[in-house]
């Protein structure tokens, strides 16, 4: 038998094979894929068909593990893939990344402003930031809590301008 006389006898039996796929997928588009999958299979492996051997049986066989094979395939897959329905914030969390080269100009522009900062501001301010209380930094710079309180204000009202465009828009 040449090549395409198996063509032939294999394209006789596509409608069969349409009906025997449907006990497989329940779905007429996957029945249609399944029985395309299995007539290039048959096609394409036509060397290892032996005369006298049962088409319809040896196409049966093919659509059968064509479909086995398929089905541990996206059951392997979906193993390994979650699903959109079952990720959790938590999951989207511990997922994420972070762009950390913009938090690197935001730390570069704030050491910039702190340290353009007269030392008056710029000490007790770091000093605060810092964890030192009031009554410890007036004590430390020896001068009365009210302008180390003042001086502090003016520090941070001096950042908040020059990094005016980091403010959050909501």
């Known amino acids: 038998m040449n090549r395409f006389e198996f063509n032939n006898l294999v394209i006789q039996h596509s409608d069969s094979l ?22 290039l299979k048959a096609v394409t492996y036509f060397k290892n068909f032996r005369e006298g051997t049962n088409l ?20 392997k897959l979906n193993s390994f893939l979650t699903k959109e329905k079952e990720i959790s914030p938590g999951h989207l969390m511990v997922s994420a990344s972070y762009n950390n080269g913009e938090n690197k100009f935001v730390m570069e522009d704030i050491n910039s402003t702190l340290t353009n900062l007269s030392d008056e501001y710029y000490v007790p301010f770091t000093m605060y930031y810092e964890g ?4 410890e930094i007036s004590d430390h710079l020896n001068i009365p809590i009210g302008t180390v309180k003042t001086r502090i204000h003016m520090a941070r009202k001096a950042m908040k301008k020059k990094l005016s465009s980091y403010k959050h828009r909501d």
């Open 132 to 135: 030192y209380k009031y009554h």
């Open 18 to 39: 349409r009906l025997y796929a449907r006990n497989f997928t329940k779905e007429p588009d996957d029945a249609n894929d399944l029985v395309q999958d299995t007539l």
């Open 56 to 75: 319809k049986g040896w196409l049966y066989t093919i659509m059968k593990n064509t479909f086995i094979n398929n089905y541990r395939r996206i059951s």
